[in-house]
């Protein structure tokens, strides 16, 4: 009777923490007086919610968690719900990282990163990004961690699952991490350390096939929904807007417009930068279906150049760089019209809301909020060079660390690849940076967490 007592007792415990985390998370938005928007995206998500709609650019997901969070009632209930999903995971993380992390140390580490990083910013928007970090918190449970129970198991799969279902670059970053660990496997210097945390060859390709059937679901619901039999929509057309912006389709054009009969020759001399949404853009005849094929065989006959396929590798190398180190957020803007139509029509009883908060009269200023956020990077570069070059740092915190930085640089990669660089991509994950040392320092003891052996991080460059 007392064990049951104390059971219960610890996982009300538990709950109360995770929804005052819950709330914390969402400061951002309690402050602004509404949650933030970001126009013609947040407008997109709100209409196809409710029409049933697959937009040719991303999958329906986020929208029907619009649909199903709200309860046609409250945009409030999205955000909340999100920041729940991200308290909950990062309490499992937390709690399974380090054995010696208490609930007032949880508590600690959410105020601490909604003070000085992004991440109220991102459970405060009503955008699918969030589900990035969630993405990769996930995978950092499922490799280092040890969830201990059915129910948290089945809760990392879902969030798992949802993260990979609502936006079409978290799927690629999952697999290209998981790939780049199965290829870890094979080089000695990193074997062994895998070994010791029992990263196996075997809970890799579980992973890569539960990755591989949550796409496929997503194109099931697609099917389900009037769309194709496809879960990422507009990769190609992405790709193309970007070679656009690096200049290579425009001295591919010049070279073989003479030679090709391409619809897009015509438009050779009046490309504009801004290709997937200027109103006179060639992609805006017909829809992006209509041009993807032409355009598929454009980038493919393209990149199988070696003279192309180098310029695209530097510019990737570049972008890439660029994209990791560009996280400041800076989407903060007044309602557009289309946003405001959505809002107004979905969600009448908020609309005065909406035309009250701060971000829409121009008076929410994150400029201090991205300062320290900076500092803070600067600050924690500094702490990982010393602790890993003095080798002060053990194998779980390090590996963490690499695992981390990998799928931030991933991130950063797929997305100015085949996005372009936007702070935004980054924005939503820069706060994971921090999580390692966070980890370390909760750790009084550093050999009580989650270390299989007693060695110190030698050996990877």
Known sequence: MNITFAYIRKCVSNLLSILLATLIQCWIAIFNGYPLIFNHDT???????????????????????????????TLWTVIFFQSFLVASTLFIFLKRLANRASNIHYLICVVFLCAF????????????????????????????????????????????????????????????????LLFAKTAKFAKRYLLELKITTRKIFLLIFFLLGSHLCVGVVHYFYGGKFVASRGGVVFLFSNLIEMGLVDIYLEEHCGEKEYAICSFRESLPNNFLWDEKSPIQNGGWGRHSPEYTAIIKDMLSKPTYLGRFIYKCSIYTIKQFLNFDITDVSPAGGRVTTAIQYHFPNEY?????????????????????QLMLFGIFSILYFYYLSFNKLHNNYALLFVFILLALLINAAICSIFSGVFPRYQTRVVWLYFMPMILYFIDSEPTQGFLISESRFRGLP
């Open 43 to 73: 407008a997109m998500y709100i209409e196809n919610a409710f029409n049933g709609v697959v937009a040719e650019d991303r999958p329906i997901f986020y929208a029907l968690f619009i649909n199903l969070t709200s309860m046609g009632v």
């Open 352 to 372: 005065n809301q909406l035309e009250n908060s701060k971000e829409n009269k121009n008076l929410l200023n994150l400029n201090i909020l991205n300062f320290m």
């Open 117 to 180: 990083t992004s991440l109220s910013f991102e459970t405060s928007w009503l955008m699918p990004d969030v589900f990035a970090a969630i993405l990769i918190l996930s995978l950092s449970i499922l490799l280092f961690g040890k969830p201990t129970t059915v129910i948290e198991i089945s809760f990392i799969l879902f969030v798992l699952f949802l993260s990979i279902a609502v936006h079409n670059s978290n799927f690629y970053i999952g697999m290209l991490v998981l790939f780049v």
